[in-house]
Nanobody, 122 residues
Framework: QVQLVESGGGLVQAGGSLRLSCAAS????????MGWFRQAPAKGREFVAA???????YYSDSVKGRFTISRDHAKNTVYLQMNSLKPEDTAVYYC????????????????WGQGTQVTVSS
């Protein structure tokens, strides 16, 4: 079991940056791959990025080159650095924990945070 709490969302102008954080409780953080997903209004949940236990990373084409996922095992935290933000990045961003295969191949997870809103104005 792992509990996830996101923070760092907010309102930013296009071209700006935000860093999202996801704090995980429990001693098993290092055993999970971690991912970020997002959901825009009236749209389904979309995969954004994932990082494995050994820090391999994988990104969706829509954010590649602009977003960076990282993790700090000592702090049980995963981050999403978002640069060059666009209005189409506006969504609720969710942190997830699961196996690498489930996150990046099946786009599913058993563990989700509550989400943090990111709004990018044009």
């Amino acid at each position: 079991q792992v509990q996830l709490v996101e923070s760092g969302g907010g309102l930013v102008q296009a071209g700006g940056s935000l860093r999202l954080s996801c704090a995980a409780s429990g001693r098993t953080f290092s055993t999970y791959a971690m991912g970020w997903f997002r959901q825009a209004p009236a749209k389904g949940r979309e995969f954004v990025a994932a990082i494995s236990r050994i820090t391999n990373t994988y990104y969706s084409d829509s954010v590649k080159g602009r977003f960076t996922i990282s993790r700090d095992h000592a702090k049980n935290t995963v981050y999403l650095q978002m640069n060059s933000l666009k209005p189409e990045d506006t969504a609720v961003y969710y942190c997830a924990a699961d196996t690498w295969i489930r996150l990046v191949k099946l786009f599913e997870s058993d563990y989700w945070g509550q989400g943090t809103q990111v709004t990018v104005s044009s």
